[in-house]
């Protein structure tokens, strides 16, 4: 994933500056990440296929092959059910792991929001794991996922989109034609829309808190493509935050430096993150 976001960054750059005949360095390292992702994707389809019956069970894979044309009755292809999976993997792999990495970021630097998600949880969820039900009673942690992903988008400059016709904005004529970038990273960090921008509150995202306009906060994207997979997202990221907080502790080692984020597609740390994790008891 990532040799595949370091090439997707170049090709996005250089198409952009309409530069597609440039010789793209690290073209063979891409090639055989793709074969690696191929191997493993369309391994769990074959295994799936092998078994008696491959449509039975309840996640996407099963779904997707037990998946009928209403009019003809056909099922999907073999191509469209590898490529559905390619792209669930790839859109919903790394950008809920980033997301979930700055958020373990924020706890650990921020322990009176930590002490509260794990009283919260503690209070939930007793001790017993945590299952989709129990996302809704968990405000305060859903709004310390949310704050981290308003400071630090998984996706924070690369929702991309051509106009089809001209149109205005902010005084600008765009032409019809034109490739646009819009930037969750700029939006999430506008002072006119947040106080205190650079700050890390999730009591922004606590019910009944002041709304923001439509668009301020968008780390799934927006309109007619928002992201598909974004409730499923939600709910997997605070089940699996609930989870960590009901086993450790999280603490930044002494001297940690602030983090510095990179964009390689996803917005990933710089040299990585350290954390601390202490087993609860
Ligand atoms: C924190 C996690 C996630 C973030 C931040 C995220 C972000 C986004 C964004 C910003 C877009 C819109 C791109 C655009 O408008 O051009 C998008 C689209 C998409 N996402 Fe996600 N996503 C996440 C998780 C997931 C998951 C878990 C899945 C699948 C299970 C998924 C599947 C997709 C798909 C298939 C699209 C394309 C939808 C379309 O074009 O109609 N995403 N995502």
Not at 172 to 199: K, N, Q
Not at 231 to 252: N, S
């Amino acid at each position: 994933m990532q040799v595949l976001g370091k090439a997707a960054m170049f090709e996005l750059v250089f198409s952009f500056a309409g530069l597609d005949w440039l010789p793209r360095p690290g073209r063979a390292a891409r090639q055989r990440a793709l074969g690696t992702m191929r191997k493993l994707v369309g391994g769990h389809i074959a295994r799936r296929r092998a078994q008696a019956d491959p449509a039975a069970g309840d996640d996407l894979l099963a779904r997707l092959l037990a998946l009928r044309d209403e009019a003809t009755g056909e099922a999907l292809s073999e191509r469209e059910v590898f490529d559905q999976c390619m792209v669930t993997f790839q859109a919903g792999h790394e950008t809920t792991a980033t997301a979930l990495t700055w958020w373990s970021r924020m706890l650990a630097g921020h322990p009176e929001a930590a002490a509260r998600a794990r009283a919260e949880v503690d209070a939930v969820l007793g001790d017993r794991d945590p299952g989709p039900g129990d996302a809704a009673a968990l405000p305060w942690l859903s709004a310390t996922v949310k704050e981290a992903m308003r400071l630090y988008p998984p996706l924070p400059a690369l929702i991309t989109r051509h106009t089809v016709g001209e149109i205005t904005v902010g005084g600008w004529r765009i032409a019809p034609g034109a490739s646009l970038y819009l930037t969750p990273w700029v939006l999430h960090h506008d002072p006119r829309w947040w106080e205190a921008p650079d700050e890390f509150r999730p009591k922004r995202f606590l019910p009944g808190a002041p709304d923001v306009p439509r668009g301020a906060y968008m780390p799934f994207g927006i309109g007619p493509r928002v992201c598909i997979g974004q409730h499923f997202a939600m709910l997997e990221m605070v089940i699996v935050a609930a989870m960590l907080l009901r086993r450790y502790d999280l603490e930044l080692p002494e001297g940690t430096a602030e983090p510095v984020p990179v964009l390689n597609v996803t917005l990933r740390p710089r040299g990585g993150l350290r954390r601390r994790l202490h087993r609860r008891r």
